[in-house]
RNA sequence: GGGGUCGUAGCUCAGCCCGGUUAGAGCGCCGGCCUGUCACGUCGGAGGGCGCGGGUUCAAGUCCCGUCGGCCCCGCCA
């Protein structure tokens, strides 16, 4: 007996056929006569009757059933009775009477039911296999093969080609911490896994593949997130003789291409947004558009106030922004003394609201205002009445941060964050580097090998911090799902980074100068980015966590709860690493 | 490294604030009955000593300290 198809395939078509079936009971009602079983598989659900009319043997094998064993059924495919169809079940119109079953293999009673709605995460990574059965982890599973399938129909229609780049390779300073594998062979040496297949795919372009894609592991011994794993999928490019906006366009399209997946059409071209706006209107450099609540710069209102709290941030150049909250007027004294506290958690040193009621404006700043400043504030932010208007006034970051965290908040509580709008947007025009106040020395916000603004070389010399990259991230919905640059690919400029980097010449051969030798013999100008392929498959899902379309992840201890990895090693694996241990793993 | 939150039956949770009979519920599980159910119904039953360690107390799921683990967040994540 041979399998004839899945059981969520049956349709009333096949009525009168006979089939063979193979899966697993999901649930068996027995009523003392007639039993049913529904048989499932990862197509879907049929029910099958087990009818003592139709065969007594049959029926009473039904009786040692239970959920969840593995059932070969033969039967054939039958119209139900009228008035017992169910509407809910895809082949609810059918059933499968069976003629011959066979228990292939039997079952413990399982931990959890698998129509649990409420189950712990513990619990469900501990039996992942279990946890991997149900219809939703099912789904994300196949709309991630999918995706991954479309995305490689897709760039192999743009001529990209898959290389593959090594997992054992060489550590690399700077960014996130490596995951160390040690060499047997090269006693006291490591590779390091890659935390992505950067330099790698820049050296294909200087061995001239020209279009380079991956979809690829890669691996960040960081603390984790909802949206952070240890171990994660980037969809990696990499483009020779190209400008930022030729990247943007492939990048436009793989999003594209995905979310018709979905059935949600973006559209061509994705809006573009410099990194001073996103911190200026959103006070974050992932902005979420879906929704407004726009951040704005009061500060000149204020130039001459008697308010000495703003009088004295402004002496110190500080600035005062804020935004307005529409319907934010129905928040009570309470919430907003908690609107309060809560920027003060974000380290504001205080929260000023203003509700527009229609008596004016109310406030217990309003007594330090002029009516000046009162109607400027109404003109700045086009007030209308039922609306709030926060503001916060301290040095420029601190009131971006603060404000950026409290919009999201805010609009969350006043539920005006659209669910199905997705809002896709290019970040540019970053800064190249930042200043590391610890170390006293620059540090590359991106990576070292990303190329500055042309117009902006003569900065370097001069004001490094103002220098702006040729590097964008592409943003959804507050999210960041990728980012990249284009690359420096002449090796004065290259040199020059490093040393703002303050990354010797020695340091600089010996941690990556099989690159910058590569940069020596022709390396075409070129440029890329990675796209996080688990964040875009929990937007795409609608999952509140990347674990919900990994099929085996690590929890927030970074540890896997089916294997239990990591685990200690046999004293005699680390004698022949030649490891010593300073604790043992009990010791920590 | 830090903050928050949770940990009681196989699962989900109540009980903890305000210590005091044999620690509860729903689901699941086991057994009986039931020929049209599909969260089947119905009758009956088993099952935990409250994550772990210590302390306070005549008495500890309940209070205190520590520790382990799940989740969220800050730091970190070029």
New binding site residues.
């Given amino acids: 007996m041979k399998r004839s198809c899945y059981c969520g395939e049956l349709h009333a078509g096949m009525i009168g056929e006979e089939v063979v079936l193979e899966g697993w009971v999901n ?10 079983v ?1 048989l499932r598989d990862r197509e879907g659900l049929v ?1 099958v ?1 087990f ?3 139709v065969s007594p043997q049959v029926h009473e094998r039904a ?1 040692e059933i ?2 969840e064993f593995v059932l070969r059924i033969r039967g054939k495919v ?1 119209r ?2 009228p ?4 509407p ?2 895809k082949t ?1 119109e059918i ?1 499968v ?1 069976a003629t011959e079953v066979e228990v292939l293999n039997t079952a413990r ?5 698998l ?2 709605k ?8 501990t039996y992942r296999y279990l946890d991997l059965r149900r219809p939703w982890m099912q789904h994300n599973m196949k709309l991630r093969h999918r995706a991954a399938m479309a995305i490689r129909q897709y760039m192999d229609s743009l001529g990209f080609i898959d290389v593959e780049t090594p997992f054992l390779t060489k550590s ?1 300073p ?4 490596d995951y160390l594998v040690p060499s047997r062979v090269n006693p006291g040496k490591f590779y390091a896994l ?3 297949p ?2 790698f795919k820049q050296i294909l372009m200087v061995a001239g593949f020209d279009r380079y894609y991956q979809i690829v592991k ?1 691996f ?1 011994d ?7 794993q240890p171990e994660f999928t980037q969809i990696d490019l990499e483009m020779s003789f190209v400008e930022r906006e030729d990247v943007m366009e492939v990048v436009e399209g793989i999003v594209r291409t995905v979310f018709e997946l979905i059935d949600v059409e973006l559209p061509e071209k994705f809006p573009i947004m410099s990194y001073k706006e996103a911190m200026l209107k959103y006070g974050i450099d992932r902005p979420d558009t879906r929704f407004g609540l726009l951040i704005q710069d009061v500060s000149q209102l204020f130039e001459s106030t008697k308010f000495t709290a703003f009088k004295e941030t402004l002496e110190k150049g500080g600035i005062i922004r804020g935004f307005k909250a529409p319907s934010g007027a129905r928040f009570s004294r309470k919430e907003l003394d908690n609107w309060g506290k809560r920027a003060r958690e974000f380290g504001a040193r205080g929260l000023i609201s203003i509700k527009v009621t229609d008596q004016g404006l109310q406030s217990n700043l309003l007594k330090y205002l002029s009516s000046g400043e009162a109607e400027g504030l109404k003109e700045a932010f086009q007030v209308q009445e039922g609306d709030v208007i926060f503001l916060a006034a301290d040095k420029e970051e601190r009131v971006a ?1 603060v404000l950026g ?1 409290l919009r999201l908040e805010v609009a969350n509580a006043l539920d005006l964050i659209p669910e199905d709008t997705y809002s896709p947007l290019w970040v540019v025009d970053f800064p190249l580097l ?1 200043w590391d106040e610890e170390e006293k020395r620059y ?8 190329s500055p603004m042309d117009e902006d070389l003569p900065l370097l010399d001069t004001d490094p911090l103002k220098v702006r990259a040729k590097a964008y991230d592409i943003v959804l919905n507050g999210q960041e799902i990728g ?1 990249g640059s284009i690359r420096i690919h002449r090796r004065d400029i290259q040199k020059k980074i490093f040393d703002l980097l303050r990354i010797g010449e020695e340091e600089a051969r010996v941690k990556f100068g099989f690159l910058l030798e590569a940069l020596e013999y022709g390396a075409p100008p070129h440029g890329g980015i ?1 796209l996080g392929f688990d964040r875009v498959m929990a937007i795409l899902t609608r999952a ?2 990347i ?1 919900e379309v990994i099929a085996f ?7 896997c ?1 089916m294997t239990g990895a990591p685990s200690p090693v046999d004293e005699r694996q680390l004698k022949e690493l030649k490891i010593k241990l300073t604790a043992t793993p009990e010791e ?1």
């Fill in positions: 649930r068996r009602r027995d009523h003392g006569g007639v039993t049913f529904d029910q009757v009818s003592p009319e009786r239970r959920s039958s139900r009775p008035g017992t169809e169910n809910k079940l609810g059933e009477v009673t399982l931990p959890f039911r129509d649990d409420d189950l712990s995460e513990e619990v469900r990574l690399t700077e960014g996130a911490r890659p935390q992505s950067q330099l890669c960040r960081e603390d984790l997130r909802a949206d952070r941060d965290r930042d540090v590359a916000v991106h990576h070292p090998f990303t980012g990675a509140e966590s674990r992840p690590k929890t927030q201890k970074a540890q709860l920590k």
